[in-house]
T-cell receptor
Framework: KQEVTQIPAALSVPEGENLVLNCSFTDSAIYNLQWFRQDPGKGLTSLLLIQSSQREQTSGRLNASLDKSSGRSTLYIAASQPGDSATYLCAVGNNNDMRFGAGTRLTVKP | NAGVTQTPKFQVLKTGQSMTLQCAQDMNHNSMYWYRQDPGMGLRLIYY???????DKGEVPNGYNVSRLNKREFSLRLESAAPSQTSVYFC????????????FGPGTRLTVT
């Protein structure tokens, strides 16, 4: 059974810092990995989708990497802003079965 | 283009009552999903519909039923609600099963007393 872990559970940084969020998974036979953002009381917003054949994806200040062999993904956020404060979730997909981590709650202080 | 919509946004039920959560998408997606989100546990898949006319169980299907009414709509029914079903329920859709991005609705916050 696929298990997805996100460490740390919470992170607080000052504005302007570059930061890395971590996601690890136990079964490397995956189709894709998706990073989401969730604001309090809201739904999930897709940030980046990495196919199993890819090593990384970039969107603006966000860069996500995937290392299937070691069961790890990282989400890099450059020059963090208070508006980046949210919970970040990673999800590992295998056909229709998508398994989520519990998330990292990020606070960026002005 | 509203994406994925869910109704209602909030609901309070008494134990044993029934209700149906509605989900609709306007992106012409083939696949639709129902998840629940509990504190500290991430999201868990309840049921999914890979295409119109098909439904399959996910990780936590007990106590739920689903109907894929047409390509746009996918409903989740609680026949006899239990306090353990207190959760936030999210509907999602994707272009096809497998290697495609999933898009989520805003969620339904359900409390069972």
């Amino acid at each position: 059974k696929q298990e997805v872990t996100q460490i740390p559970a919470a992170l607080s940084v000052p504005e302007g810092e570059n930061l890395v969020l971590n996601c690890s998974f136990t079964d490397s036979a995956i189709y894709n990995l998706q990073w989401f953002r969730q604001d309090p009381g809201k739904g999930l917003t897709s940030l980046l989708l990495i196919q199993s054949s890819q090593r990384e994806q970039t969107s603006g200040r966000l860069n996500a990497s995937l290392d299937k062999s070691s069961g790890r993904s990282t989400l890099y956020i450059a020059a963090s802003q208070p508006g980046d404060s949210a919970t970040y979730l990673c999800a590992v997909g295998n056909n229709n079965d998508m398994r989520f981590g519990a998330g990292t709650r990020l606070t960026v202080k002005p | 283009n509203a994406g994925v919509t869910q109704t209602p946004k909030f609901q309070v039920l008494k134990t044993g009552q029934s209700m149906t959560l509605q989900c609709a998408q306007d992106m012409n997606h083939n696949s639709m999903y129902w998840y629940r989100q509990d504190p500290g546990m991430g999201l868990r898949l309840i049921y999914y519909s890979a295409s119109e006319g098909t439904t399959d169980k996910g990780e936590v299907p007990n106590g739920y039923n689903v109907s894929r009414l047409n390509k746009r709509e996918f409903s989740l029914r609680l026949e006899s609600a239990a306090p353990s079903q207190t959760s936030v329920y999210f509907c999602a859709s994707s272009e096809s099963p497998g290697n495609y991005e999933q898009y989520f609705g805003p969620g339904t916050r359900l409390t069972v007393t």
